[in-house]
């Protein structure tokens, strides 16, 4: 299993509304990370865990929550959100922890991505 | 301020010519850097990467090139194919672990 699979792949929800974001990968990697993706702009990292910690937190509201219940899922609670974080959020992973480079071209650190969830908040 | 720039956002090839995609960097300390492909409601993909201890690393089609002096790389794609029409992203890191940054990305289209 090469695949990082995220569900659900569209939400729309209101802003008083709970929901979460979910990520599985069965490749053995040791770090996930959630992106935020708007249109015509670069994805932007959100947080980073590595062996099930949380490396960072890119100072994101407390409205997103991560969660990573072990080393195959990491979750995104939803509450509370704005219209302005309506985006695709994209869930990744890599073979090592996040500060674990075995070489440059070791590709330790090469991100294979899900195919997003595209999240409207009304 | 955008450490890693794609100033193209679109370009347009024909079919079995060769495409080239530019990024340019500000960061010094970046010493890896990778290209992924995105087609339409998919993730990225990842596609080729090198690190700075090299200036050229090659697979298939793909070809990235790396000028560290100029802060510059580039993938060249020879023979462009319509399935090569997508959105490519530049990326970079740093070794010791600090986040992979992203370009805003430059829209190829393979034209028949």
């Known amino acids: 299993d090469t695949e990082v699979t995220q569900t659900p792949k569209h939400l729309v929800m209101g802003m008083t509304n709970k929901k979460s974001l979910k990520c599985e990968q069965h490749?053995?990697?040791?770090?996930m990370y959630w992106y935020k993706q708007k249109a015509k702009k670069p994805p932007e990292l959100m947080f980073v865990?590595?062996?099930?910690?949380?490396?960072i937190n890119e100072s994101v509201p407390s409205r997103f929550s991560p969660e990573c219940p072990n080393s195959s899922l990491l979750n995104l609670h939803l509450h509370a959100l704005q219209p302005e974080d309506s985006a695709l959020y994209l869930c990744?992973?890599?073979?090592?922890?996040?500060?674990?480079?075995?070489?440059?071209?070791?590709?330790?650190?090469?991100?294979?991505f899900g195919a997003g969830s595209r999240l409207t908040v009304l | 301020d955008q450490q890693v720039k794609q100033n193209s956002p679109s370009l347009s090839v024909q079919e079995g010519r060769i495409s080239i995609l530019n990024c340019d960097y500000t960061n010094s300390m970046f010493d890896y850097f990778l290209w992924y492909k995105k087609y339409p409601a998919e993730g990225p993909t990842f596609l080729i990467s090198i690190s700075s201890i090299k200036d050229k690393n090659e697979d298939g089609r793909f070809t990235v090139f790396l000028n560290k002096s100029a802060k510059h790389l580039s993938l060249h794609i020879v023979p462009s194919q319509p399935g090569d029409s997508a959105v490519y992203f530049c990326?970079?890191?740093?070794?010791?672990?600090?986040?992979?940054?992203f370009g805003k990305g430059t829209r190829l289209h393979i034209l028949p």
């Open positions: 990744a992973s890599s073979p090592s922890g996040y500060s674990g480079r075995a070489g440059p071209d070791s590709g330790a650190n090469v991100l294979t």
């Open positions: 865990y590595s062996y099930e910690k949380l490396s």
């Open positions: 490749m053995g990697h040791r770090a």
């Open positions: 990326a970079a890191s740093a070794l010791r672990g600090d986040k992979i940054i």
